[in-house]
């Protein structure tokens, strides 16, 4: 449009909305001081009152601190294993998800959360990270290699179904190790695979920048360390990063060591240089004893330098998540009525027994606590979480929606094994490999992996004063953390010596509580012989089951033996703790096992106590944290069955009581350095 019908387009405009007129011209007002706006202006400093409204895009810090919830423990494309099961998500796709939008699974479904999460990393193996893709990428240099033939086109559309599964099972078997051999004797560039882990480690990095938004939504630049001991023995780690300002340009991997410590090492080494990380070890209940062991990697007994390096590096520990639940196992705990929880037996990836002792979290309190009555600093101080490990870049947490994480190898409920499976497919499995396929109840059900014995969980919570990298990784560092097993409940765990009786009942709880006392993840010192007492606070999940108790877990040493009690402080419904027994009376919560439908009056939406330890001994170091419980609902193996018109499976736990546990707080019988 030239300039001319511009203009006398814009002064038609002006016409017809009788801005001027003939006696009132264009010219006439950008001429005469007394016309137009400037005239309508004169002698008037204001015309219109200013705006005063305040937008408030980022809420302001909370000193008495926000329950958050998050995942640290999320695979997607990039890792070796995830895009061999299906995965073509990529860190993007893992956020979006997060922040609420529905995902496509590898086994042909959308899946969802029910409600935003507020805080994910995107935690690939650092081993390898995203050459698998790269090698089915035919395009590509690397999957020129005769070691990337197998994965060529292998997420491909038309490849995307169940009679693709025992090639990706071939494939994961053999491309690591081809990988490793041809990079160990020079017929695999070295620089060439380091390029391709460094693109995907850098779109790592930009991906969750993409996605942080302060105040609303946390993300954080991280990576799995994917190590184990040379029994098998689950010794993984996932490596979480402060923030983005400046990281290593390749992350740190089993091939660099395959010896955590070399792992500390190395994040001692960067925070030397300015960057901060710390490690969360996970699926120790896998690990055969090895990953809270007595002694270091060399089989010498742990020294101090051991434990300030551990206890520096890894202050949290995940202590439930998709591979089963890592608290305690009844065979550590036979007076534990509830730690028959979500025990999957197997070291990680294998179908091999994993060894209880010095692989439960428990345990390893109590282990700590010996290694310090011996004169050495206690490395086993570290805080709780829970996270998803999921392999399909979504968590997967609800135990009626449960999708499992190995993409297209248990995405279907006949995959993982809690329907029985078709006579063609069962028949076909058992023929190749009779070892994949269990009778139960003289039905033929798949067992490919144990599938069966994992669980819809879990989640990280923290207190943090706000959404943002500084204050939910603060959270972290000072250990103010807690885990559930999928629901969002909120736990806060104090102790003092000087809590009024009435702190209960004060609209001024929390703030008094921080004033007077110390948090889950702290130390409390002697006081003389005073008794502390301790504050448990428990908030239900506003779309959860309500509800039905809050234990305290006590472990102390007696004689140089491991001992630990169990006391219910809370009951719902108005019950009371029998003084004998230290349990609540039943609550009448039940499942119908017809439909998973639960009674509906019984449990709380919160719980709260003021408690004293009976049994202090104010000589006595001991550890104490909060167990919350809620009435029984259905597993997610039961929903499956039902769903499909099938009886539950009878080896198969059919209901469970999902929990939250808090961070401990460390009584400690002096005032000399915390050891």
Same mark, same amino acid.
């Given at each position: 449009m030239t300039h001319k019908k511009v203009f006398m387009t814009g002064c038609l405009t002006l016409a017809l909305c009788g801005c001027f007129d003939s006696e009132n011209s264009l010219n006439d007002m950008q001429t005469n001081e007394n016309k137009g706006l400037t005239?309508?202006?004169?002698? %008037?400093?204001? !015309?219109?009152?200013?705006?005063?409204?305040?937008?408030? !895009?980022?809420? =302001?810090?909370?000193?008495?601190?926000?329950?958050?919830?998050?995942?640290?423990?999320v695979h997607t494309a990039y890792s070796f294993d995830a895009y061999v099961f299906g995965t073509v998500s990529s860190p993007d796709d893992a956020y979006r998800y997060a922040k609420g939008q529905a995902l496509d699974h590898p086994s042909g479904y959308q899946v969802q959360l029910q409600q935003p999460l507020d805080f994910y990393a995107v935690t690939d193996h650092a081993m390898l990270m995203g050459l698998v893709k790269e090698a089915a990428d035919t395009s590509s240099e690397f999957s020129r290699y005769a070691v990337a033939e197998p994965l060529h086109n292998l997420n491909a559309p038309s490849n995307m179904n169940v009679l693709s599964l025992i090639a990706r099972g071939q494939a994961f078997g053999t491309f690591i190790p081809g990988v490793l051999s041809g990079l160990l004797d020079g017929t695999i560039d070295a620089p060439m695979a380091? *390029?391709?882990?460094?693109?995907?480690?850098?779109?790592?990095?930009?991906?969750?920048?993409?996605?942080? #938004?302060?105040?609303?939504?946390?993300?954080?630049?991280?990576?799995?360390?994917?190590?184990?001991?040379?029994? /098998?023995?689950? !010794?993984?780690?996932?490596?979480?990063f402060r923030d983005t300002g400046r990281?290593?340009?390749?992350?740190?991997?089993?091939?660099?060591?395959?010896?955590?410590? @070399?792992?500390?090492?190395?994040?001692?080494? !960067?925070?030397? /240089?300015?960057?901060?990380?710390? *490690?969360?070890?996970?699926?120790?209940?896998?690990?055969?004893?090895?990953?809270?062991?007595l002694t270091n990697w060399a089989g010498n007994p742990i020294d101090d330098n051991y434990a300030k390096q551990r206890q520096r590096n890894e202050p949290l520990v995940e202590i439930t998540q998709i591979k089963g639940t890592s608290d305690t196992h009844p065979l550590l705990s036979p007076?534990?009525?509830? *730690?028959?929880?979500?025990?999957?037996?197997?070291?990680?990836a294998t179908k091999l027994y994993s060894e209880p002792a010095g692989s439960y979290v428990r345990d390893a309190y109590l282990r700590g606590l010996q290694l310090q009555s011996g004169g050495v600093i206690n490395p086993y101080k570290f805080g709780l979480i829970g996270s998803s490990d999921t392999h399909d870049a979504a968590s997967s947490e609800d135990e009626e929606t449960f999708f499992s994480k190995a993409g297209? #190898?248990?995405?279907?409920?006949? #995959?993982?094994?809690?329907?029985? =499976?078709?006579?063609?497919y069962g028949t076909a499995i058992k023929y190749m490999d009779p070892g994949l396929v269990k009778e139960v109840d003289g039905r033929d059900y798949l067992a490919s992996s144990g599938f069966e014995f994992w669980s819809a969980s879990g989640l990280a919570g923290v207190w943090a004063e706000e959404n943002t990298r500084e204050s939910i990784y603060q959270a972290f560092r000072r250990k103010e953390t807690f885990a559930t097993s999928g629901p969002r409940i909120k736990v806060r765990f104090f102790s003092s010596y000087d809590f009024d009786p009435e702190l209960l009942q004060s609209p001024q709880l929390t703030t008094l509580a921080y004033q007077q006392g110390v948090t889950m993840g702290s130390d409390l010192t002697a006081n003389g012989d005073q008794i502390p007492q301790f504050l448990v606070w428990a908030a239900a999940d506003p779309i959860?089951?309500?509800?039905?108790? %809050?234990?305290?877990?006590?472990?102390? #040493?007696?004689? @140089?033996?491991?001992?630990?009690?169990?006391?219910?402080? =809370?009951?719902?419904n108005g019950l009371e703790v029998d003084p004998k027994t230290a349990r609540c009376p039943d609550n009448g919560a039940s499942v119908n096992m017809d439909d998973c439908a639960t009674t509906g009056s019984a449990g709380a939406s919160e719980l709260k106590a003021l408690w004293r330890d009976p049994d202090f001994d104010s000589s006595q170091e001991a550890f104490y944290y909060v167990r919350v419980l809620e009435n029984p609902t259905c597993r997610w193996s039961t929903w499956d069955a039902i769903r499909a018109g099938e009886q539950p499976r009878s080896d198969l736990h059919k209901t469970l009581q999902e929990r939250a546990w808090s961070s401990p707080i460390w009584y400690r019988p002096d005032t000399t350095e915390a050891l």
């Open positions: 005239g309508i202006a004169r002698g %008037v400093n204001t !015309l219109l009152p200013a705006n005063e409204e305040i937008l408030t !895009l980022r809420a =302001a810090p909370n000193p008495d601190r926000n329950a958050y919830f998050g995942d640290l423990h380091e *390029a391709v882990t460094k693109s995907a480690w850098l779109d790592t990095i930009r991906a969750a920048n993409d996605a942080y #938004l302060p105040g609303s939504f946390t993300t954080f630049a991280a990576f799995e360390y994917t190590s184990s001991s040379d029994d /098998q023995g689950n !010794l993984h780690r996932n490596v979480i990281l290593p340009a390749v992350p740190f991997s089993r091939f660099n060591s395959q010896n955590p410590e @070399g792992l500390w090492q190395w994040m001692d080494g !960067l925070r030397n /240089q300015g960057i901060e990380s710390l *490690a969360i070890p996970h699926n120790s209940n896998g690990s055969n004893g090895q990953m809270f062991k007076n534990d009525e509830w *730690a028959d929880f979500e025990i999957t037996p197997f070291r990680v297209m #190898l248990d995405g279907t409920p006949e #995959l993982r094994g809690s329907i029985p =499976a078709s006579f063609l959860g089951a309500p509800l039905q108790r %809050v234990q305290i877990i006590k472990g102390y #040493l007696e004689g @140089g033996q491991h001992q630990e009690r169990i006391y219910d402080v =809370a009951c719902s």
